[in-house]
C-alpha cells in the first residue's frame, strides 16, 4: 500500500455528512465519503461535544483505503468557550478586551492541546504561552478572577 496523499480538514465532531466541504477534498483521492463520514462521527461523539470543529490528518492510499488521526479543536475555539464569546472582534484593541480568561482557564486549554501527536513532548508553560498569545491577538484578556465589589 503506497501513500497518494495527506490532507488536513476541520470538521465538527460527531456531525460529519458526505456533502461539498468534504466531498471536494475527498472525492479526488478517491476515498469513500460516506465510509469515512461514518468512522469519524463514530470516533468523536465521545471525544468531543457535538458540532466542536476539530482538526482531522487524513492519509489516503493507492488501494483507495484510508486512515485518519484527529486532533483536538482549535485553540480559538477553546479560547471563545472559555471567555464565553461568540466571535472575536474585527480589530483588537488591548484597552478594549472582548472577553478575560483566567489562567486555570488557559492552563486546562494548554492541556487540551498537549494531547495531540505533535505537543505531547512540549513544555505545558511553553504551549500556556502560546495560548496567551492566541487570546491576545483575539482581543481576550488573560487576568486572575476577580470578585465583583459591591
Given at each position: 500500500m503506497s501513500v497518494v496523499k495527506?490532507?488536513?480538514?476541520?470538521?465538527?465532531?460527531?456531525?460529519?455528512?458526505?456533502?461539498?466541504?468534504?466531498?471536494?477534498?475527498?472525492?479526488?483521492?478517491?476515498?469513500?465519503?460516506?465510509?469515512?463520514?461514518?468512522?469519524?462521527?463514530?470516533?468523536?461523539?465521545?471525544?468531543?461535544?457535538?458540532?466542536?470543529?476539530v482538526g482531522v490528518s487524513l492519509t489516503a492510499m493507492a488501494d483507495r483505503s484510508f486512515s485518519f488521526?484527529?486532533?483536538?479543536?482549535?485553540?480559538?475555539?477553546?479560547?471563545?468557550?472559555a471567555a464565553g464569546i461568540q466571535k472575536g472582534?474585527?480589530?483588537?484593541?488591548?484597552?478594549?478586551?472582548?472577553?478575560?480568561?483566567?489562567?486555570?482557564?488557559?492552563?486546562?486549554?494548554?492541556?487540551?492541546?498537549?494531547k495531540d501527536d505533535m505537543r505531547w513532548h512540549l513544555p505545558l508553560e511553553g504551549i500556556a504561552r502560546s495560548v496567551i498569545g492566541t487570546a491576545k491577538s483575539m482581543g481576550v484578556q488573560v487576568r486572575e478572577a476577580q470578585e465583583d465589589d459591591k
Open positions: 495527506t490532507i488536513r480538514l476541520r470538521v465538527a465532531a460527531g456531525a460529519a455528512k458526505p456533502g461539498p466541504a468534504i466531498g471536494q477534498a475527498l472525492g479526488p483521492l478517491g476515498v469513500n465519503m460516506a465510509e469515512f463520514c461514518k468512522q469519524f462521527n463514530e470516533r468523536t461523539t465521545d471525544m468531543y461535544e457535538k458540532e466542536t470543529p488521526v484527529v486532533r483536538s479543536p482549535p485553540t480559538t475555539h477553546l479560547i471563545k468557550l472582534p474585527t480589530s483588537p484593541n488591548p484597552d478594549r478586551p472582548v472577553g478575560f480568561i483566567t489562567p486555570e482557564m488557559v492552563y486546562e486549554i494548554a492541556k487540551v492541546k498537549q
